[in-house]
């Protein structure tokens, strides 16, 4: 059983997740989902750091979760890892990475599973398999985020 100091450390801990990832949604870029581009992202794949539509979060769902871990923005608690990840990526700069030789290609909403598939299980538009190093793509949000003041601890 839990003390009443960690329950409400717990709740804090929480809230400020909360208020994170409301912030990260009012982002442009993360305004639609990065798969289907449907308007009001409610679920994220926290391990690529990428908010998706609810048919979209059934596909990373299916992906298994050696690919894609999948969680609920407004059901689900987060630990801090999972909300730096979230911070790291986002939207843009996935897609920056996971789309990178994809040459205009455009889904359906006919072959949205098969589509999703293709980018994150066969990996077909990747440029480059390392993603090591966050710096190389796109601009360095670990400035923008000190910038913004968010603190996870």
Known sequence: MSTRH??????????????????????????TCADCKKKDPRW???????????????????????????????LDTWTVEQIENMIKWGNQRANIYWEANLDGKQPTDSNMDSWIRAKYEQRLWVKNDDCSDLSKIAVNFVEEQVVKGYSLN
């Open 6 to 31: 960690a329950r409400v450390a717990d709740k804090e801990l929480n809230d400020k997740h909360t208020r994170i990832l409301i912030e990260l949604l009012r982002r442009i870029e993360n305004k």
């Open 44 to 74: 994220a794949s926290w391990n690529l750091g990428i908010f998706v539509c609810i048919r979209c979060s059934g596909t990373h769902r299916s992906l298994g979760t050696h690919i894609s871990k999948v969680k609920s923005v407004d």
